[in-house]
Each structure stands twice: as structure tokens, then as C-alpha cells.
């Protein structure tokens, strides 16, 4: 199998020459621990496959992708001024997850999450530590890592992924 990956998915193809036409051949398909696939009937949703050996009706049927339930990281680095004008710069990381009951949702509906997650968090930083000096800055760390929590939590609830706090 040769794997592809996408910014927020991967696909297995069975060869290079399927790896070269962005489709696959094959009726079985497995899925690994903690992924589950995303299956299209004629460019539909159709269900989700759960990890383990699985049959599909190619070419009716197909794979569109995988999500991984795994719990992700992204680090962000945003350079901000505090309000004693000293430039610093932030290093701010963020656990995250696929819930299974909402993959649908991750896979069609968000484009590039670990963008918009850096975007939200450039947004929070760069909101909060202007207010500090940067000794406020350096002693609330915890709260700007719940601010960038709760922030994340209120916009992407709709958008179905789990956020965790990293210490």
C-alpha cells in the first residue's frame, strides 16, 4: 500500500499507479486502531468503517479518506507586543482530537483545522498579552493558556473537535 497524506486525513492506496489516479482498487479495505474511513457512495457519504478488515463495493463505493481519533498536537508560535512595548514571543500548544460521533462533520466540513486552530490562537494572544507588562505576561500563563481554551472550545464545539489544556 502507498499512503497519501492530506492536512487532515490520509488515504492508502493499493498501488502507485491508483497513488497517480487519486483512486483505489481494491474492494478490501483495512483500517488502523484509533482512524476510521470516510465512505463515499458515487461521490455521497454513505457511512463510516470502523479499524479492522473491511469490504467495500469499488468502484461504486469507495474511500474517500481516513481521520485519525488520535489525540494531535499543533504548536503555535505568535510574536505579540506586551503593553510595556517589548516584542515576545509565545509558544502556545494545542491537544486535540477527532470525537468519532462527529467525523462527518471534521472530515467534510472543516478545510484546514490546524489553521483555522492557529488563527483562533494568534487572535487570543494577540488580544490578552497587550493588556499584560511583561512580567504579568511571563506570571499569567495559565491564564492566557484558558483563555486560548475556552476560545477555541466555544468555536470549534460547532465545528466538532475536543480540546484539551496542555501544561
Do not use: W
Amino acid at each position: 500500500f502507498v499512503s497519501y497524506q492530506f492536512a487532515s486525513h490520509s488515504i492508502d492506496y493499493c498501488c502507485s499507479r491508483c497513488l497517480e489516479r487519486k483512486m483505489n482498487c481494491c474492494c478490501i479495505q483495512c483500517v488502523r486502531t484509533q482512524e476510521v474511513a470516510i465512505v463515499e457512495d458515487l461521490g455521497q457519504f454513505k457511512t463510516l468503517l470502523e479499524p479492522g478488515f473491511n469490504c467495500v463495493l469499488y468502484p461504486i463505493t469507495n474511500v474517500a479518506g481516513t481521520l485519525s481519533l488520535r489525540i494531535q498536537q499543533l504548536d503555535v508560535i505568535c510574536e505579540t507586543k506586551t503593553k510595556d512595548n517589548v516584542f515576545i514571543q509565545v509558544a502556545v500548544a494545542v491537544q486535540f482530537r477527532v470525537l468519532l460521533e462527529n467525523a462527518y462533520d471534521a472530515f467534510y466540513r472543516l478545510s484546514d483545522p490546524r489553521g483555522q486552530i492557529q488563527s483562533y490562537v494568534f487572535d487570543v494572544v494577540r488580544s490578552t498579552v497587550p493588556q499584560l507588562e511583561l512580567d504579568e505576561a511571563f506570571a499569567s500563563k495559565a491564564k492566557i493558556a484558558q483563555d486560548v481554551l475556552a476560545q477555541l472550545q466555544e468555536v470549534m464545539r460547532v465545528r466538532n473537535l475536543c480540546f484539551f489544556l496542555s501544561n
